[in-house]
């Protein structure tokens, strides 16, 4: 079954859907269980990760600071060490280089690791139409592209799948496949149908999850090997990342690197860490004649121009505000129609995509504070929400940069009643009459308003106001003898 | 490329919008990094060796006067007919970051080690092999620059004389380290030796063998990368 969403606009229809799923709801609810688990003995001492929350908060703001430079900085080191550099504004330009890269080639199939950044270019189908095949070679992306499906998490793709669900989808597109429910055997399976394609493919394709100006070097992280395959036995290397993902000093990784994988997994280490700084070099015997990197705005920039929404880009994509949130744990990540899901997809996908389509998301979060306090770098996703909200329904300020849709969210009726309450509020003489005609009225008030009452009784309001319930108290008392 | 190519465009465009946003203020950034240090070797050596075991990596200590005969054991316990070997080693990369750990230090007792079975030698662009080393190979021997023991994490640093592909195709991958090459942390590695002046073509921290939890959060080894992980860690102190 597939759970692909029509796009965020629909998220209150998707989530609906979801929550009247009980298998997926099971599936996120058993997977979310066990990573809050996992990252709850990753980080068993308290004071350790507070302070080492504050370092990557602090090496992630500074390098934000400096992002301009430390980007021509990192082309210059790239550039030195022989990676092509390549700027793309958003989706088009990206998918524009990269084709014209495989073109050059005469590349028919590129084989990818998993890229975030690929899915929010749509990558995949672009390419398609040029008759260029790329394949996820991540297990999880893998199973979801042979369904013709979606991530649902930015960091374990097929989550929303048993492996039931996993085996159904290999018997119906691997010809050899003898249904089972062995996850080894589901592995190995995976394992030996992309065997062929990493040794036949023209061109590799990798996010990068840091890339450090001092030494022009990508680092990559994963577990299954894959990343490395697509970096080193294809000719050409093309890696494509956001351009918040700069970072200033190759000593910025390690403490990174420490609070990514035991936020995401809740693993101390992942089984590779990989530092690419330059294509093969003379007399080397493997790895890639050719390496790109594409550096991507897509409203990135749009984000950095406001100081408290700068603070999105810290964000170094573990996953665990989305593994800790209760609205993520019961809608799933398809329900959001977004890239990136959850609570950091809720305040990353409005500088992607604008507030037009994005305005109900924000809304769906209890502003409980969860993810806030998982964030190994400290976004403070909660308030951002707020202030989304309030972009959502109301035109900018003055100062501050308009926000791409912002007001979009406006609803007349909601304005005329805001200001009328305000109107009420601040002038006793409206206020008190209007309270009393309610008092009064009380018996008039509908069993049904709305979606208010699809889970509430209707308010009514009291016999008698606040003001008339004191003036009775302070009658009886000075009453009493 | 021209004046109008849309990245030079696009470049300039996106560097002037993020250079027109205000500076920001920022938290001060004089934290300490509290990660795991010993100078403790016996502390290390056993951290090391239990980070890599948790992760599902076989480990075993010997003296460097058994690593022959700990080679023959090892391929005949993992079924292997076919290993490849890295070439020998001109000693430039290690003698500029002076390791402790020399690529082809131990070649003679290795070839030693495998003397009835079948090596290949990686001394040719992998065209010429790729094939082979896909489809024949059940076996690739590394040595390894550097051992981290916080995380039980191997540092390898692969060049012309043992390339990438050596620890990364083959679904074994036995690797070589002395004790001696073991430090506390990454960060103190990276520190200590410079890295940030002499960054080769590619450095890989491995931590095990290949694994996913993509499928129903279960745990499975072998996933792209080699099955086996076997550390041979040789007391050289």
């Known amino acids: 079954m597939s759970h692909s969403s029509a796009g965020p606009e629909h998220f209150h229809a998707q989530a609906r859907s979801a929550l009247g799923d009980p298998q997926l709801r099971q599936n996120f609810r058993g997977a979310m269980d066990y990573l809050q688990d996992k990252r709850k003995s990753a980080f068993f001492d308290p004071v350790e990760e507070a302070q080492l ?19 021509e900085q990192l082309e210059a080191n790239c550039t030195r060490n022989g990676i092509e550099v390549h700027w793309a504004e958003n989706d088009k330009e990206a998918n524009d280089i990269i084709a014209s890269i495989a073109q050059r080639h005469n590349a028919k199939s590129i084989v990818k690791g998993k890229s975030m950044v690929s899915e929010e270019i749509e990558l995949n189908h672009e390419m398609a139409k040029l008759g260029i095949e790329c394949l996820e070679s991540d297990m999880g992306e893998y199973i979801v592209q042979l369904d013709g499906d979606k991530p649902s998490h930015i960091i374990m793709p097929a ?20 249904p089972t429910v062995d996850v080894d055997e589901l592995i190995q399976t995976g394992r030996s149908h992309l065997r062929q394609k990493f040794h036949d493919a023209d061109i590799g394709l990798s996010g990068v999850n840091f890339a450090v100006a001092e030494t022009g070097t990508l680092c990559l992280v994963e577990n299954e090997g894959n990343g490395r395959m697509c970096t080193t036995v294809p000719k050409v290397h093309i890696a494509i990342t956001g351009i918040e993902k700069v970072v200033e000093f190759l000593a910025d990784v390690p403490p990174l690197f420490n609070v990514l994988t035991r936020s995401a997994t809740g693993q101390a280490v992942t089984t590779y860490f990989n530092m690419i700084s330059s294509p093969r070099k003379n007399g080397e015997l493997d790895g890639p004649l050719e390496v790109h990197l594409v550096l991507l705005d897509n409203g990135r920039s749009q984000a950095y121009q406001d100081e408290e929404m ?21 809608v799933g990540g398809h329900a959001y129609g977004t890239v990136y899901p959850g609570p950091i997809g809720q305040i990353i996908s409005p500088h992607i995509m604008g507030l037009e389509k994005t305005k109900d998301l924000v809304t769906a979060s209890s502003l409980c504070g969860a993810c806030g306090e998982v964030c190994p770098v400290r976004i403070p996703i909660p308030e951002m929400l707020q202030r989304l909200r309030t972009h959502a329904k109301n035109p900018p300020k003055a100062d501050i940069m308009p926000l791409k849709g912002q007001a979009s969210g406006a609803s007349t009726l909601e304005s005329w009643v ?8 601040t002038s006793p003489k409206i206020y008190h009459s209007a309270t009393w005609s309610l008092s009064k009225l009380n018996a008039f008030m509908p069993n049904h308003i709305g979606p208010w009452t699809q889970c509430r009784t209707s308010p009514k309001p009291a016999d008698k106001t606040l003001h008339q319930l004191i003036k009775i108290r302070h009658k009886k008392k000075s009453d009493k003898p | 490329m021209s004046a109008t190519d849309p990245s030079i465009l696009a ?6 919008r993020l250079r027109d946003a205000k500076p920001q203020a920022m938290a001060k950034e004089n934290l300490r990094y509290p990660v795991w240090q010993d100078n403790d070797k016996q502390l290390q050596q056993q951290r090391f060796m239990a980070g890599l075991s948790a992760n599902h990596a076989e480990v075993i200590c010997i003296s460097s006067l058994a690593i022959a005969d700990t080679i023959e054991k090892v391929l005949i316990n993992q ?8 070439s020998a080693c001109d000693h430039t990369a290690c003698d500029n970051v002076s390791y402790a750990c020399r690529k082809g230090e131990f070649y003679p007792q290795i070839l030693e080690g495998t003397r009835d079975i079948n090596v290949l030698v990686f001394d040719t662009d992998v065209d010429e092999i790729k ?77 095990g063998p290949s694994k996913t939890a993509d499928i129903q959060q279960t745990l ?18």
């Open chain 2, 11 to 16: 470049k300039s465009a996106m560097l002037s």
């Open chain 2, 131 to 207: 094939s082979t080393l896909f489809n024949d190979i059940d076996a690739g021997i590394t040595h390894s620059l550097a051992g981290i023991a916080d995380t039980g994490t191997l540092v390898l640093w692969p060049d012309r004389a043992e390339p990438r592909t050596l620890s990364l195709i083959p679904p074994c991958h036995i690797a070589l380290i002395k004790r001696s090459a073991i430090v506390s942390n990454f960060a103190e590695l990276m520190a200590e030796k410079a890295w940030q002046q002499q960054m080769p073509t590619n450095i890989v921290l491995i931590s």
């Open chain 2, 79 to 86: 079924q292997c007919k076919h290993v490849i070997l890295g």
């Open chain 1, 310 to 330: 700068r603070k999105t880009l810290q964000c170094i994509r573990c996953g665990a505000c989305m593994n800790h949130c209760p609205v993520y744990t019961r």
């Open chain 1, 418 to 425: 805001m200001k009328g309450f305000v109107l009420a509020a």
């Open chain 1, 53 to 71: 929350r504050d370092l990557s908060a602090a090496i992630r703001q500074r390098c934000l600071s400096k992002l301009p430079q430390l980007l």
């Open chain 2, 220 to 237: 499975a080894y072998g996933a792209h990368g080699p099955r086996q992980l076997v550390v041979i860690l040789i007391e050289d102190m």
């Open chain 1, 159 to 178: 989550i929303h799948k048993n492996k039931q669900e996993v085996s159904d989808t290999f018997a119906l597109h691997l010809d050899d496949f003898e």
